[in-house]
């Protein structure tokens, strides 16, 4: 079967770090994307990993485990504006239309 | 550049009456997707289209729901008969091979 697992909701102080969490399980793996969406708005693409290792932009990191199915969004310096859903996807197969999207982690970032 | 562009961006119709939902993907995009989001299931695809041509449909949930692609710059989903149970929103997404999708601002889709 295929299945992504996030948190439902996790809560971090301005200024931190949070970790988000992504396991799958899917027949086939051909990369994986972290997407941001604000309440309200449309998912907004944040990084993509097909390779085991770190991926840095900026103030955010993606990871990736192939062999555990897993990976993680690292967030630093959190910023009141980073307070939005974070979806985990990933790439079935071998072709582009088979995006399989977790539900998405609400973060909440308090002062 | 224009992203994707999506109508209408608020629907608030009847059960039973047939409702459009309207995509204009980017221009020189080849795959443009159809997605449906609610808080039980999450971001859900419905089916995607390559070149214009419908690839994967298995999304779609029922006979009520269809997709066209006439032309590479437009692509429609309807509803008909709409249900209750169709209230959510509904997402468009283009990209060309490879690279990131990019996500219309979607319609709000609410069925009385």
């Known amino acids: ?48 990993n097909v390779l085991d290792g770190l991926e840095e932009k900026g103030r955010f990191s993606s990871f990736l485990s192939r062999s555990k199915g897993y990976s993680y969004l690292l967030l630093k310096e959190l910023q009141m504006k980073d307070s939005a859903s974070y979806l985990c996807a990933v790439i079935r197969g071998g072709s582009q239309g088979n995006l399989i999207f977790g539900k998405g982690t609400k973060l909440s970032v308090k002062p | 550049d224009a992203g994707v562009i999506q109508s209408p961006r608020h629907e608030v119709t009847e059960m039973g009456q047939e409702v459009t939902l309207r995509c204009k993907p980017i221009s020189g995009h080849d795959y443009l997707f159809w997605y449906r989001q609610t808080m039980m299931r999450g971001l859900e695809l419905l089916i995607y289209f390559n070149n214009n041509v419908p690839i994967d449909d298995s999304g779609m949930p029922e006979d009520r729901f269809s997709a066209k692609m006439p032309n590479a710059s437009f692509s429609t989903l309807k509803i008909q008969p709409s249900e209750p149970r169709d209230s959510a929103v509904y997402f468009c997404a283009s990209t060309e091979g490879g690279q990131p999708q990019h996500f219309g601002d979607g319609t709000r889709l609410s069925i009385l």
């Open chain 1, 1 to 48: 079967g295929q299945n992504i697992d996030q948190p439902t909701e996790m809560t971090a102080t301005e200024g931190a770090i949070v970790q988000i969490n992504c396991t799958y399980q899917t027949s086939g793996f051909n990369g994986l994307f972290w997407y941001q969406q604000h309440a309200g708005e449309a998912p907004t693409f944040l990084s993509y």
